[in-house]
């Protein structure tokens, strides 16, 4: 029998995963703080739950997708949190990217009551989310992890388990440091290169193929000359990562110098109202130092 999944967060990357689930054949009960996609969810044949203790009552699994730290130490260790309503033998995964060692906490205190947990952020951004191809970085025990690679196999195309608990978003935080310092430099070029009266989509172009490419620009570059900032991931949610990389170095005695310039040019982002933006629009920073805007000179189509 395939086990029954409880979702708890249902935003831009929770909604898409579940829904996946369900279109792979899962019996799906489904939780979020908002209406709206619950019974969105529910019109699609999810259960509808009004807690995560009553997701938890319900299912075998229950997955989280929640933005950070405090949400999932809420909502899964909270009144009425999922861990209320485990099992002994119950298994949670938390998906959202929160800080490492919150997960071995809330692990922790799951495991005084017989429940197993793997935290399992993703990389892969709303677009692998829909399609289904998702990176996802696992942390937990190896036999829990193969218990539940099949079901982690419909959201995600590489799915690799990393270590012990908390070595997922170990895992996550680097990922992070790189995406953000990928989209700060291709920032910086292409407005060094439309200052210099170039055509940002030919340089584009050009260097696409070559070592500067990457997924990161493959992905960003367009959204930034077409001035498309819709979220995406949101600038407040990279900051959020940003932060909890520093964190994580502090305690480890590692500098990191320019995730740490990147974390405050998100921090004066957030305080210039783009928090909800995409994080493409860390081009919006260099462009008003430089007083130009990267947008493509090449008619469409
Ligand atoms: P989001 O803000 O769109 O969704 C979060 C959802 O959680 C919302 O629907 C919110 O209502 C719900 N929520 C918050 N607290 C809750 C609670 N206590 N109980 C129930 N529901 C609650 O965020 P997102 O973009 O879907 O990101 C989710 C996580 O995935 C974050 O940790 C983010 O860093 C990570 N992530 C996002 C992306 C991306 O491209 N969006 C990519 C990789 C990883």
Not at 155 to 174: E, N, P, Q, R, Y
Not at 278 to 294: N, P, Q, R, W
Request: include cysteine.
């Amino acid at each position: 029998m395939p086990p029954k999944i409880g979702f708890v967060g249902l935003g831009i990357m929770g909604k898409p995963m579940a829904r996946n689930l369900m279109k792979a054949g899962y019996s799906l009960t489904v939780h979020d703080v908002r209406a709206e996609p619950v019974e969105e969810l529910a019109s699609e044949g999810a259960a509808p739950a009004s807690s995560g203790r009553e997701v938890a009552e319900r299912t075998d699994v229950v997955i989280t997708m929640l933005p950070d730290s405090a949400d999932s130490e809420q909502a899964i260790l909270g009144p009425n949190g999922v861990l209320e309503g485990a099992r002994k033998g119950s298994v949670i995964i938390d998906m959202s990217s929160i800080a490492p060692l919150v997960s071995q906490k809330i692990a922790s205190f799951a495991a005084r009551q017989g429940v197993e947990m793997l935290d399992a952020p993703v990389s892969g951004g709303e677009p692998g989310a829909i399609a289904g191809t998702l990176a996802i970085m696992v942390g937990g025990k190896k036999e829990v992890f193969d218990r539940h690679l099949d079901m982690l196999k419909v959201m995600g195309k590489s799915v690799v388990h990393v270590g012990d608990i908390g070595a997922g978003g170990f895992t996550k935080l680097a990922n992070q440091i790189m995406v953000a310092a990928n989209i700060e430099a291709l920032s910086e070029a292409l407005v060094l290169a439309t200052k210099a009266g170039l055509d940002p989509q030919v340089v584009f172009q050009a260097v696409r193929g070559g070592l500067a490419g990457s997924n990161a620009l493959e992905a960003k570059a367009p959204m930034i000359m077409a001035r498309n900032f819709k979220a995406g991931f949101r600038i407040r949610l990279h900051q959020k990562d940003l932060h909890n990389a520093l964190l994580t170095a502090k305690e480890l005695g590692v500098p990191l110098p320019v995730t740490s310039l990147v974390q405050q040019m998100l921090g004066a982002l957030i305080n210039q109202g783009k928090g909800e933006n995409d994080h493409s629009a860390i081009c919006t920073f260099i462009e008003d130092l430089a007083k130009v805007e990267v947008r493509s000179r090449t008619p469409r189509g």
